[in-house]
């Protein structure tokens, strides 16, 4: 988990983990603090990871995490200096841990934190409009335009060069060089990310951020959710276009045009030199190629491997579309 | 109708109406008072009502008021105690008598009520942002946000625990507990609701409102038109992602999960426990039951069945669409 | 070329603009100024225009230019008076001049010549919210409404009677009387338009601007982009819903109705009284003729004769559609 904004409250020590985690832990268990929520991975022997799917097993075999969040099916796949807290359901309780460590991750009321930017820092460097609010731990690069109305919110980086237009709201993100954020644009906040419950959806944390690298421009109206456990990425040199929904965890390679009101579900990649028509869809958790073409108003339900041109619903081969639909 | 917030300008005389519905009335009429527009089966002896088609016969039988507006071809089927107004079109016609009781309803242009919420009673009940303003007859409970830019216009009920977003504007809308509404949403606004004219489109009254009851989460970018004769209704803990457009008088069930972009048109009802996938069309005037799942992408022409999974478009069986489309 | 609003910077010397295109040109040239960049049926001796396809052969073989930036393979069909100017794309090469004639219709950076309405002399003309800002070379009719935080830009004509909403923001706009502009639209701003490059992508200039004619109403949250080398247009009485996007250069024809979340791109011609139902795509280029009916959700991807009814993606004859999907 890359964590640049999101505060780690830890350590916490792994007797009130368990607590929180509402397990019967038989064993003794040392009075042992625990530094962080990490994925199998990353995770060091100061730390806690999750195991959730025999997908993984080849990470969870070797992980060098001190604890695992897992499955009594799972356990067995564990190293035996990790000790196993076994639960009903891995991903809503490593939730409730990461909510611990990172607390602010999980809900994005407004920031209270925003002041006028005429009492900022950036009154003499930055070129700005009327009504701008500036939050905490944000910096600007040099030649920078804001536009009216707009509030840069807590944890924002902006390269050199940038224009970012009025009534856009920025949280949670790190902007490069020449990207230009057009109006109305919403930017950073958590995404669509919770474990429904009859009685109230229980959200999980959003620990990610939106990187917008060199080049880009996004189109007015947008909406580019952070991701929850990993990044949300716009490559360099991509341009999207208005009414654009990119959804928490997408990845789009650089040089990549996405024409408007397209849709992009989350935890989807797409390769570079990508070209999306207007109003397509694409589902969560692909894998679109390299120098992929999708025609406007597709609907993509399944991977897409490189150079390849598809259209339709779902979206196939584009030759075979238009020759059974003419 | 329902209209906690909308003031009937009523009685109206009958001599009145039928002077603003310019039909020649032979019968000689007492100079009675009206006192509201109601539907056929809510009026009472005091009210006009409106019958437009046979498919409301059994009410239209039944019906207490003491005048109808309606067509020739209907009129037999009116009691004897009440007293047919025979036009052209039934729809137009008592829109414009709808329109001269509650003349609030049919515009929406900009609230001139508001002021800064500073010079509320909020001031010290709300914890707020920069710049907001707040409307006539708005209440607001305890332990709530509201965001940068937000503007609360005229008839607004908000519950306990709420959290508003920046830069969003509700009017005409009661708002449960624990709900939140994200940044850049329009709730509470009338619908596309008109009687298409070549000179000038005539634009109907909306005297219902939306109702968003407890525990709900509205994406970023949303829209949520009010009713025009009865309430938009999101059901307890139903959660709307990003950019999506709910119309007129939709009702949608508890617990139900809308992915981003989807469009729900006017009338339409939704069970409870329904998942839609992202940009999911859903036409007018259709029945959704509960436990539906509607596919990313798929178009709604027709009702589904509880426990129905659909896709593509029109939206089928789902099995039967992969089965189709392999 | 339309640009009421575009300052012309030229007349600049043919020698500069030789310069600029960055091409060898053996022949003498005389030390000419060029007035203006036209298209080749508008462009007067004066001027340089572009000649790109052979589509346009028959204006070539006319234009009354002295200049002309086309192709080896095209120069032959210019008249002998126009002295063609030979470069690898020729749109890249107008675009690079018409940047050069109108340099403000490249970019849309946020207006930094508005002013608060109450500096303004519309204070006293106008019924204004809060937080408004008011762009240079504006007029605004009699009878008007302005919502909170609404910002008119430069370079806008509102007629009469119309009502502008809350948080919208609009430049380089015609608009006529009676014409309603819901909450948190845009309009005016620069469409979609650049010349994709593999380090930064190459935006062209919109020198086009946004007509809406009287009596229309725009949706909340829609975006309507101006034109680049001719104007989008909204036609006379016609209704747009929530969250639609108008791209550059459309032109939508009178009593024209539109549902919510439609997308229509570039350069595409819509006739008068279409029907267009929710979130329904159509591409660009193409021409939709006059009464046609396209129902919600379809893809339209050819051109539309006159009183059709289409359905589905590609959308074709409903009858049709709707007896091949039962």
Not at 49 to 56: A, D, G, L, P, Q
Not at 78 to 107: G, H, Q
Not at 209 to 225: A, F, H, L, P, Y
Not at 261 to 288: F, M, Y
Request: with cysteine; hydrophobic share 35%.
């Amino acid at each position: 988990m890359t964590n640049p904004f999101f505060k780690n409250h830890g350590p916490i020590n792994i007797v009130e983990i368990i607590r929180l985690l509402n397990i019967n832990f038989d064993k003794k268990i040392e009075n042992q603090n625990v530094d962080d929520v990490k994925d199998l991975y990353s995770a060091s022997d100061k730390d806690i990871t999750f195991f959730h799917s025999k997908k993984y097993k080849h990470l969870a075999n070797k992980t060098k995490a001190s604890y695992c969040i897992t499955t009594n099916s799972l356990r067995d796949e564990l190293p035996i200096n990790c000790i196993a807290l076994i639960v009903e359901n891995v991903l809503i309780s490593t939730s409730i841990i990461t909510a611990k460590f990172y607390p602010d991750s999980v809900e994005d009321n407004f920031d209270q934190t925003v002041i006028d930017i005429n009492q900022s820092d950036f009154k003499n460097k930055v070129k700005f409009g009327k009504n701008i609010l500036i939050g905490k731990n944000v910096s600007i690069g040099s030649n920078c335009l804001i536009g009216h109305n707009t509030i840069i919110e807590k944890n924002v980086y902006i390269g050199d060069n940038c224009s970012i237009g009025s009534n856009t709201i920025i949280r949670n993100s790190i902007i490069g060089n020449n990207v230009k954020i057009l109006d109305k644009c919403i930017v950073g906040k958590h995404g669509f990310g919770f474990f429904p419950d009859p009685n109230k959806n229980l959200r999980y944390p959003h620990v990610g951020i939106v990187k917008i690298e060199d080049n880009c421009e996004i189109g007015c109206g947008s909406t580019i959710d952070r991701g929850s456990m990993s990044n949300t990425v716009i490559g360099k040199n991509t341009f999207l276009d208005n009414q654009i929904h990119i959804a928490h965890n997408v990845k789009i390679g650089e040089n990549t045009i996405i024409a408007g009101q397209v849709g992009i579900a989350g935890s989807s990649t797409l390769g570079k030199n990508v070209k999306i028509g207007g109003q397509a869809g694409i589902s969560g958790h692909l894998k679109i190629g390299d120098n992929v073409e999708i025609a406007g108003g597709s609907g993509v339900i399944k991977d897409i491997p490189d150079n390849s041109k598809v259209m339709g619903y779902p979206a196939k081969n584009i030759r075979q579309f238009l020759k059974e639909n003419k």
